[in-house]
């Protein structure tokens, strides 16, 4: 069974910093992108940013100002965010996601780690 589980999340200050963690099982995602997606309260889910199987990454035009960075380990079957400068506004739950490589889009998601920034 494929699981993608997510870590990291947690209470911070504005200013502060996050590494989020995403350990996938089940399979091998070396060869698949994964991505980080983002639900803040009474707002729809949104993209973060991804990275393929190379380590090329792509981030939503609302994080290109460089506060998070998305890396991947595939040697440990996970992918990382990490955030730094957060604000309120960061305020949300976190989900990794995985493609199968089988079908577009991505396929298996993770439950989710909460992130709330305090101001």
């Known amino acids: 069974q494929v699981q993608l589980v997510e870590s990291g999340g947690g209470l911070v200050q504005a200013g502060g910093s996050l590494r989020l963690s995403c350990a996938a099982s089940?399979?091998?995602?070396?060869?698949?992108?994964m991505a980080w997606f983002r639900q803040a309260p009474g707002k729809e889910r949104e993209f973060v940013a991804t990275i393929s199987w190379s380590g090329l990454r792509k981030y939503d035009a609302h994080f290109m100002k460089g506060r998070f960075t998305i890396s991947r380990d595939n040697a440990k079957n996970t992918v990382y965010l990490q955030m730094n400068s957060l604000k309120p506004e960061d305020t949300a739950v976190y989900y990794c996601?995985?493609?199968?490589?089988?079908?577009?889009?991505?396929?298996?998601w993770g439950q989710g780690t909460q992130v709330t920034v305090s101001s």
């Open positions: 996601a995985a493609e199968s490589g089988l079908a577009s889009g991505y396929t298996y």
């Open positions: 089940g399979r091998t995602f070396s060869n698949n992108a």
